[in-house]
């Protein structure tokens, strides 16, 4: 349990002089930073406050008491007061920047600009925006069970801080009061960088009514799949093997390599099953930030959520598109996943379906999915925060999500975003028989178009011609054998 709460000065006393000039009498918005379980602590870098909705309205107003009931004293009104906030639009921001926080940054709760009596009179509802924060925005996959709320008071002027459990019932105790002072908190971090390669191999088998997929489908699996693995792998910093306990006391980035363990294939598919294979392969950069009591292992942690965190993201990046799309998308999902079970003639891809929704027993063509690269933004104290980008996008694209979300300042010099990935993460099917039978450039450029039986008949005919081929060379030599026999006995004799 977090028990006490240190806020970086600078940036509360910023978010403090922007919460006066703006005259408004109620706001929302992130507490970005860092919840320890070995410290018992909690770290905020920075308030985000949330922006208007689509429609432009805020997403946090006071709401009078109710007029039918008779009027009341000026004083009384005031004093009744209650926040109103747009619960699903905060959960949404927390969502969205979540993707663009590094390794050990996480929303930890949210906070309010509100007046005391209109904090006490809005309990529920704050309790319930954080709720809907923590299930948008998880701290790790073993999540914890507790956020914090900030509430900013500006009648008395005072900043408090308050624990809120996000269990599934909401009580009086939920809210607990915990010590908050601030300090220097960014200057102290501990800095850690990872490239992280993976190379992973996919069989499509055979479809039936438990294993047909889609591509997106699959890939969710296999990335959950992989971080079971990857929790495993030992790390070494600065090419030292990292003990349990070690702690950083070295300033500098350092850099951490990833030792990943030899396992068997979980994925055990025969040749007669296999349609083809799925490679999902690429280069994840990663950043982690430490407090300098925590153990380095900590850092380690924290860069391996973060690589599955990255990886996560830039699917839902896609799917988040797809869905964005006509409704034909589910038309031809639907369509797809008919011919998967049917397994008629066809490409089993359409204009109206996007790859990420392809069913992949229905492939009959080979086809590929270039996820968004990773980039690294310039945010607080040699910190950075990141953004994804789609093959068409630019710097400005970039520049108008980081202002949006985030209410940073951008560098207007495109040199100092970070693009550190050589290779951003792509998926390439590729059918079974162009990776089991080696084939010339002119089959592989075909792809899936030449069909199976005919690359099955000529794996078959390669194979008669090299044993009637054997046979021959032996019986040839066995008869140049006894001929030679023959004439060194009549040589002697």
Not at 320 to 335: H, I, M, R, S
Not at 407 to 435: G, I, N, Q, Y
């Amino acid at each position: 349990m977090v028990k006490a709460v240190i806020g970086e000065e600078a940036q509360l006393k910023l978010a403090e002089a922007r919460l006066e000039q703006s005259s408004t009498a109620a706001q929302v918005g992130l507490v970005i930073g860092k919840l320890s379980s070995t410290l018992d602590r909690g770290f905020v870098f920075d308030l985000v406050p949330t922006p208007p909705n689509d429609a432009g309205a805020p997403a946090c107003s006071l709401v009078e008491p109710d007029k039918r009931k008779g009027p009341k004293p000026k004083s009384q009104s005031s004093d009744s007061q209650s926040v109103s906030i747009d619960k699903d639009w905060v959960a949404e921001h927390a969502r969205q920047v979540w993707r663009m926080l590094v390794g050990g940054t996480k929303v930890v709760g949210i906070y309010v600009w509100i007046s005391e009596n209109a904090f006490k009179n809005s309990n529920i509802v704050l309790c319930q925006t954080v709720m809907g924060v923590a299930k948008a925005a998880p701290l790790s996959e073993n999540d914890w069970d507790e956020r914090l709320l900030i509430h900013i008071c500006y009648s008395p002027r005072r900043w408090t801080c308050r624990n809120c459990m996000v269990t599934s019932n909401i009580t009086s105790s939920s809210l607990r009061p915990c010590d908050f002072k601030m300090g220097k908190v960014l200057t102290s971090l501990q800095r850690f960088r990872c490239m992280y390669n993976f190379d992973i191999r996919l069989p499509i088998s055979h479809s039936n009514s438990s294993n047909v997929q889609t591509m997106s489908e699959a890939l969710r699996h296999e990335i959950s799949v992989h971080a079971k693995y990857l929790k495993s792998a030992k790390a070494m910093v600065d090419g030292n093997l990292v003990v349990h306990n070690d702690v950083s006391t070295s300033d500098g980035l350092r850099e951490v390599e990833l030792l990943l363990p030899f396992v068997e294939d979980t994925e055990v598919c025969s040749q007669k099953d296999a349609l083809g294979v799925l490679a999902f392969s690429g280069s994840v950069s990663s950043f982690a930030y430490l407090n300098h009591r925590e153990s380095i292992s900590q850092a380690v942690a924290d860069i391996k959520d973060d690589i599955i965190m990255s990886l996560q993201s830039r699917l839902d990046i896609i799917c988040d598109e797809a869905d964005g799309e006509t409704g034909l998308v589910d038309t031809g999902t639907q369509k797809a996943r008919g011919d998967a079970d049917s397994l008629e003639v066809g490409d089993g891809m359409s204009g109206e379906t996007p790859v990420s929704q392809i069913v992949l027993q229905s492939l009959r063509k080979a086809c590929s999915l270039s996820l968004p690269r990773r980039v690294f933004i310039p945010w607080l104290a040699g910190t950075f925060v990141c953004d994804y980008l789609q093959p068409s996008e630019t710097f400005e694209a970039l520049k108008d999500r980081c202002v949006e979300l985030l209410s940073m300042d951008v560098p207007t010099d495109a040199s100092k975003v970070l693009e550190l990935e050589r290779e951003a993460p792509s998926v390439v099917t590729k059918s079974f028989w162009d990776v089991a039978v080696p084939l010339s450039t002119a089959s592989l450029e075909g792809g899936l178009d030449t069909s199976r039986g005919e690359i099955r008949q000529k794996s078959i005919n390669t194979t008669d011609v090299k044993i009637t081929s054997n046979i021959v060379g032996a019986v040839l030599f066995l008869i140049t054998a006894i001929i030679l026999g023959y004439i060194l006995v009549s040589v002697k004799s």
